[in-house]
């Protein structure tokens, strides 16, 4: 069964520093999404990406943040200027249509 | 901004008996989704509800969405170890959106 995977499982930063974070949707989705769960706490909304561009974004989503699909296959997030509070669990999702959302295994972000 | 309240945040149970948890929103839904996220995974798509009093089963889980489609309630009969996890439903408000706004989840013990 197709899955979607996210790269690197864990990722320690430290502040200031700038991190990207990996996925490859499954083949044939066509809409994209990026959240993020802290440690204890409800998944919350970050982006979501369809055609090649940004269709909605959260609060959260500020210009700290941006996303890429640089090929086919791979859909990045990346945090420049990490803050502690970023620290947090990033789940990368993917859907054929806007309906049921696949998610990735997850990447654990801890910013020191 | 719009957002999706759960109650109850915790529930433990004994195997066998029943478990539900509810959602509300203060706004009317244009959807709602279900996910199960077990202990240290990532959030498993359950459910969409779409239509006003609709109501699905899957074996022992049962859904359903309020005439008002304000509110919706995750039921599960004769509860089982393997149903141990948290619970969360996720809404739209946008028909064309593509944003799942979470809520805090509800987290299922049951001991045997």
């Known amino acids: 069964e197709p899955e979607v995977t996210q790269t690197p499982s864990h990722q320690v930063t430290q502040m200031g520093q700038e991190v990207i974070l990996r996925c490859v949707p499954i083949?044939?989705?066509?809409?994209f999404y990026w959240y993020r769960q802290i440690l204890g706490q409800k998944v919350e909304f970050l982006v979501s990406f369809y055609n090649n561009e940004i269709s909605e974004k959260s609060e959260i989503f500020d210009d700290q943040f941006s996303v890429e699909r640089p090929d086919g296959s791979n859909f990045t997030l990346k945090i420049r200027s990490t803050k502690l509070e970023d620290s947090a669990m990033y789940f990368c999702a993917s859907s054929r249509f806007s309906y049921e959302q696949y998610f990735g295994p997850g990447t654990r972000l801890t910013v020191t | 901004g719009q957002q999706v309240m759960q109650i109850p945040q915790y529930q433990h149970v004994q195997e066998g008996e029943d478990f539900t948890t509810y959602c509300n929103s203060s706004t009317t839904l244009s959807n709602i989704q279900w996910y199960k996220q077990r202990p240290g995974g990532h959030p498993v798509f359950l459910i969409q509800l779409v239509k006003s009093g609709e109501v699905k089963k899957q074996k022992r889980l049962t859904f359903q969405f309020g005439e008002a489609k304000k509110n919706s309630s995750l039921h599960i009969t004769a509860t089982q170890t393997t149903d141990v996890g948290t619970y969360f439903c996720a809404g739209r408000w946008n028909q064309a959106g593509t944003a799942l706004i979470f809520g805090k989840g509800t987290t299922l013990s049951v001991s045997s």
């Open positions: 083949s044939n989705h066509l809409y």
